[in-house]
């Protein structure tokens, strides 16, 4: 199982509960596309997942700018996500930040509104997020790997509660 979150604003740890604490828990891996805030939010995120794989966004402290790169690809079962926290051009500018990479699927915050938008090359997939939606919904993603091959995935509510399924080729 694949986790991802975003935006979690938090200057004393992950934020993380309910069915989101137990995706974070039980994935293989975690992607978090920026702005933990904190030190202590990134810690604890690590501290919870087996494997991390994060960027660091806009709101983020130095600290946690010094330990997370702005961009990042991550391959599993088959598909290619490319990590950014935001991109100026907004849809373009982040299919062609995907494009760029080779990219299935570009993973990005600073909404807080979970989407997914599908481009004629990339899908774009904001997780919300799940500690501070600013009005929004709040969200994170999870996805597991279909038996044919690609992932079909949901984005949910820390209560579990499904905003939108999604599914995901692999190519």
Do not use: K
């Not at 202590?40 to 997942?49: G, I, S, T, V, Y």
């Not at 991390?52 to 991550?74: E, I, K, Q, W, Y």
């Not at 996805?143 to 190519?171: K, M, N, Q």
């Amino acid at each position: 199982m694949i986790a991802i979150f975003s935006d979690t604003h938090s200057s004393d740890g992950h934020e993380l509960e309910g069915e989101a604490l137990a995706a974070a828990r039980n994935a293989d891996i975690v992607l978090h596309a920026g702005d933990f805030t904190s030190e202590a939010a990134l810690d604890a995120f690590r501290e919870e997942c087996t494997q991390l794989f994060a960027v660091h966004g806009n709101a983020d402290s130095m600290a946690v700018r010094d330990r997370l790169p702005t961009a990042r690809v991550v391959e599993e079962a088959g598909v290619r996500f490319a990590l950014t926290h935001r991109r100026d051009g907004g849809e373009t500018g982040l299919a062609m930040f995907g494009r760029s990479r080779g990219a299935d699927v570009v993973v990005f915050g600073h909404s807080h509104r979970p989407t997914v938008v599908e481009t004629a090359d990339v899908r774009l997939l904001n997780p919300g997020s799940h500690a501070d939606p600013r009005g929004n919904r709040p969200g994170f993603a999870v996805f597991e790997e279909l038996d044919a091959g690609g992932l079909a995935g949901e984005i949910r509510e820390p209560d579990g509660t499904v905003i939108e399924t999604v599914e995901i080729p692999s190519v």
